[in-house]
């Protein structure tokens, strides 16, 4: 009944008076800045939790509204954006507010067979560890799947793009073959090479030198990526009539920065 009777004081304080109200047990006077002075030594303010599903099923969020988050990616969330186009944005969480951020830093484990495009007619996914690196962290509702990086729902961002596929033998040793490859963006590319915007430099067959094949081998790109954007990198030997493979010492690696 306190509890509730205080509410309602309070209640009744803002509206009539449009003043200051204090929240404290020393008896001292509220902030003029404020609206709602809150003080204590030993005890905090708790805000609504709610799984980021429950966050999202609000209907027609106020601008500014904040609530704490208990799943992918806990931390408190406020809307940036409107009632009727939610923004929702971390305000707290530690290290998943600190950009840049390094997303993901995986490499290729297993050598991974490309073939040419005449003996077959698709080109081949490249498929990366699906264990990321200790010191990169997914932010975001970001996930990783091996092959596929997917935006999550409050991902939104810039993100840098960085790619080496260094081409071996099958054996592994060094290859004059190389691997040629192209990032795709929502699967929409698919087998036309020719329509992708984000295309690894073009190696150069016929050098078995280490430093030329490796920067031969290199896509950098600087991409803006919304929430359910997914990007994924397709594969084919250069060769009309050999096979190419991937290196899966650590010269093939992938790795994505989230700029902000």
Known sequence: MKKIFLAI???????????????????????????????SNNQGVLVPRMTQTNRNAIATPATGLMIFQTDNTPAFYFNAGTPTTPNWQTVGGGSTMVYPNVELGVTNTTIQNIPDLVTVTTNTVLNFSTTNNANASLTGGNTWNGSVFTIGSTGAGWYQINAQVVGVTAAGGLSSLGVLYFMDKNNTVGNNKAGALYLSTIFTSGNTSDPVIRQASHLNSLIYLSAGDNIRFRAWSPSTTQAANTAADGRTFLNIVRIK
């Open 9 to 39: 004081t309070i209640a009744f304080a803002l509206n009539s008076n449009a003043q200051s109200v204090a929240i404290n047990n020393d008896g001292s006077t509220a902030d003029n800045s404020a609206i709602l002075d809150l003080k």
